[in-house]
């Protein structure tokens, strides 16, 4: 009986180490861990295929009200900085495929969506610790994360920071 506590008891250990290795491998300083997912039409995209530029990399999902009320301000903030210098990756932890398409079309995303559609189960969510949604990471030209969790006005001052 006692064993079998410790197994348990070490099994949440275990996790909560997990958990706190990403995190503590995506903070600010941090290089921004590589990934490559694949968009609506199949096509797989990776992080460092954004070197060189401002990247934000933005986790949302379909079904998550605070993100969909959050996705005007990143709208807004792309129209204002979309350039060689700066693109946005979004990244959702839908499920539902047409979900995810139908609230890209809605909302008017129009940069580069990626998803493994394994929603809280997605090891890339995992890899970046996410625990809850909207969450995003503002990645340098070099790969180096240089904020996160950046919504409203917050967004718009730190890339008119960075991007003057």
Known sequence: ???????????????FQSHLDN???????????????????????????????????????????PCRHENPNVVKAYATYKSDKFDILGVSLDQDKAAWENAISKDGLTWKQVSD???????????????????????DPQGKIIARDLRGDALEKKLSEVLK
Not at 1 to 15: A, H, I, P, W
């Open 1 to 15: 009986k006692f064993g079998s506590q410790v197994k348990k008891e070490s099994y949440y250990l275990q996790r």
């Open 23 to 65: 995190y503590n491998r995506t903070e600010i300083g941090q290089l921004a861990p590589n990934f490559e997912l694949a968009q609506l039409d199949g096509k797989k995209v990776a992080l460092n295929s954004f070197k060189g530029k401002y990247v934000l990399l933005d986790f949302w999902a379909s079904w998550c009200a």
């Open 117 to 139: 559609l394994m929603g809280w189960q997605s090891m890339l969510a995992m890899s970046y610790a996410i625990r809850a949604i909207p969450a995003n990471f503002l990645i």
